[in-house]
């Protein structure tokens, strides 16, 4: 994604990615949160927000400041976010001193009434990791991916190499898009500090992460690409259970199989 984002097609990327959330099923009453780093995009387009209030941050994140993203509200529903993104998002801008932010809504079709998502410090954790790392991944996406969060019901799945194991054997082209895999983190209280913590740990080596039985986190360079992964893990996640309720033993990939499959997304990824 280029640096200067076009406002117009931001928007309607939103919210078209928030009506697949929501068609999938993944994003019940206000299930799932969303937030994009906009600096370049708010620097030119700040004439049109409005600075709502200045709020201090749970703990200080120096590495974001001066940022800002453009977040869902707490409360809001993906269905509604499909169509009027400005109505259901605010922009927040970090401080110079990474302690304070200020939050900022759309004075035509914003609601000044609106709070930023109760995820935010897993979102500024993730992107203070993507910062820090240098890379260039600007969305951070949660939603409840109802296969997922089935997979980690099942009592004898808990640990990160079986997830990754049964995900990657479904399909061959689960570990040629995901190919650091899913990070696992067994239950902790959304929205604390604790599970913001265990998230971005897990995102230092996988692709995605995977919230015990609540939900999954992916970031990306675009938000159909973070939408992608998703949706690629999933896919794997039926495959598994269909052959489950069809009354077999799914056989999966082979290890042989994974590792010629690995060496193709390298190369892919080089
Ligand atoms: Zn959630």
Not at 38 to 63: A, C, Q, S, T, Y
Not at 75 to 81: A, E
Not at 136 to 158: D, F, G, N, S, Y
């Amino acid at each position: 994604m280029k640096r200067n984002i076009a406002f117009r097609d931001l928007k309607k990327e939103i919210a078209e990615i928030a009506g697949f959330l929501w068609k999938k099923s993944w994003a019940e009453k206000n299930a799932g949160n969303i937030s994009v780093r906009v600096d370049d995009f708010f620097k030119v387009h700040n004439g049109k927000w409005k600075e709502i209030k200045i709020l201090d941050l749970p703990e200080p994140f120096p590495l974001l400041a001066d940022a800002s993203f453009l977040i869902t509200a707490t409360g809001s529903r993906m269905r509604d976010l499909a169509k009027t993104p400005l109505a259901n998002m605010l922009v927040i801008r970090i401080h110079a001193d990474g302690k304070k932010y200020s939050v900022y809504f759309h004075k035509k079709n914003g609601n000044k009434n609106l709070k930023p998502s109760s995820e935010l410090p897993t979102h500024l954790g993730i992107h203070q990791l993507i910062t820090a790392r240098g890379s260039r991944e600007k969305v951070v996406m949660h939603t409840h991916a109802t296969e997922l969060i089935a997979l980690c019901q099942h009592p004898q799945i808990k640990s990160e190499t079986e997830i990754n194991r049964i995900l990657w054997g479904m399909h061959p082209e689960t570990i040629i898009f995901i190919p650091k895999g899913i990070g696992f983190v067994p239950y902790l209280l959304p929205g604390s500090i604790q599970i913001a913590e265990a998230t971005i740990e897990k995102l230092k080596k996988h692709d995605l992460v995977l919230w015990e039985k609540h939900g999954v986190f992916s970031i990306s360079k675009t938000l159909s690409d973070a939408f992608d992964q998703i949706d690629i893990a999933c896919k794997s996640a039926k495959i598994w259970f269909m052959c489950k309720s069809a009354g077999f033993e799914p056989e999966g990939l082979t290890n042989e199989q994974l590792k010629q499959l690995k060496e193709l997304s390298e190369k892919f990824n080089q």
